[in-house]
């Protein structure tokens, strides 16, 4: 009983019904120029004193509100008024204006079919309270009785007058179940008829999954300058602490790389969040390249106590603008990891060189005993992972883990189709 009440009598059933007394109002102008039609057609002067010929101007004025439905605004303003009257969620709207054929055809089918069910719903809110109120008075209000014409001689009977209530109550209880079941159908009807073509929930997807795409890529980019920069310049300062007693000459040359990363890195952090502030290309930064980085990057991690044995079989300012800064910043994450994973001083040996038109990036150091790297985790932190993923966009492969005794990152990357 409490939830029939609920649906009868409701908030969301009176939002509804006031969405339907709307459409009766916006139905008001196109019965108007219908009953114009009607009238001369039939020899009638006042349309409105019959009640077939209102009915015959309102069936006129459907197809001319159809007509107009075209007009841009339609939909959007439709779909704003469903979304807070019908309690239809906006996810499942469109506030676009309707643009292909199939779009204006189903904005133009609800656009009729909410004026004509707000038509009748409209007509009978403004007739049945009156006439079911005039009921309900009956057996209290003498005069009441004396002015009913029809049927003749009825309300002098006692059943008729007891019943007089019971019929009132009964006709409005029917108006709100009317009001009720058509708020219920244009609710449930009007994300086939005001939702997103096909079409635009692909074009939605696309441009959910391009910004996640790029979301990602700045993830990385940050993932890998950031942490690196944070992790060269924590073991320079630790090395230049232990030697600041002994080695003035190495303290300068770690403060100085590390003057170095920082500035580099706020330029880079400037560049991806400008990216995220204007939504357009980097800044004023340019990205660090194989080509013209490569020897800082090796500096700054040696500064940090990193040994590092680069053999650079390859000319970077060959490689194609993308490949070559992808690979700079895979190199840049292989040497950070071993920074990270290192327990002491450690030897690192990393190789560039070109085979079959692929570039192969290998960082190398060995496993266990004291001051040497730590293996990283397989499956943790998220270094490898974008290194993987770097590789895998560019149509490459990424490989990690122990190999004879060393931990072994191989990276290739190809050079055609890489533009």
């Known amino acids: 009983m409490t939830a029939l009440a609920r649906f009868l009598f409701g908030r969301r059933a009176r939002l509804r019904w006031i969405h339907l007394i709307l459409g009766g109002a916006l139905a008001m102008p196109y019965v108007l120029v219908g009953s114009v039609v009607v ?141 009720a079941a058509c708020g219920t159908l244009l609710a449930r009807w009007a994300p086939a008829l005001l939702g997103a073509s096909p079409e635009d929930r692909v074009a939605a997807a696309e441009a959910r999954a391009a910004d996640l795409a790029v979301r990602n890529r700045l993830a990385r980019e940050l993932h890998d300058s950031v942490g690196h920069a944070l992790s060269a310049v924590t073991l320079q300062a630790g090395a230049a602490r232990r030697l600041l007693d002994t080695d003035p000459e190495f303290v300068r040359e770690a403060l100085a790389a590390i003057e170095d990363t920082t500035r580099r890195t706020v330029g880079e952090l400037d560049a991806v969040l400008g990216v995220l502030r204007d939504g357009d290309a980097p800044g004023t930064a340019p990205a660090p390249t194989l080509a013209a980085d490569l020897d800082g990057l090796l500096r700054r991690v040696r500064a940090g106590g990193l040994r590092v044995t680069a053999t650079v079989a390859a000319d970077p300012g060959a490689l194609p603008p993308l490949v070559s800064r992808e690979a700079y910043r895979i190199v840049q994450e292989g040497l950070s990891n071993a920074l990270k994973h290192a327990g002491g001083q450690v030897a690192v040996a990393l190789r560039v060189d070109v085979l079959d038109d692929h570039l192969r990036i290998t960082v190398e150091n060995p496993l266990g005993g004291t001051g040497e790297a730590r293996a990283p985790r397989p499956h943790g932190g998220h270094g490898l992972r974008g290194i993987a993923d770097r590789a895998r966009l560019l149509g490459g492969a990424a490989e990690a883990g122990a190999v004879e005794g060393a931990w072994r990152l191989h990276v290739r990357l190809p050079l055609r189709g890489s533009a």
């Open 39 to 179: 009238g001369p057609a039939t020899g009638v002067t006042n349309v409105l004193d019959s009640f077939p010929l209102q009915l015959a101007a309102f069936a006129l004025g459907l197809p001319l509100a159809a007509v107009t439905s075209l007009f841009p605004l339609t939909r959007p303003l439709e779909s704003g008024v469903v979304r807070w009257l019908c309690g239809v969620d906006a996810d499942r709207l469109a506030f676009g204006p309707a643009r292909t054929k199939g779009e204006k055809g189903r904005t133009a089918a609800w656009f009729t079919l909410h004026l004509g069910f707000g038509g009748i719903v409209a007509g009978m809110s403004l007739t049945v309270p009156p006439f079911a109120a005039a009921l309900v008075a009956l057996p209290f209000v003498p005069a009441l009785r004396d002015d009913w014409a029809e049927p003749p001689g009825v309300l002098h009977h006692s059943w008729a007058l007891a019943l007089a209530p019971v019929a009132g109550a009964a006709m409005l209880v029917a108006l709100a179940g009317c009001a």
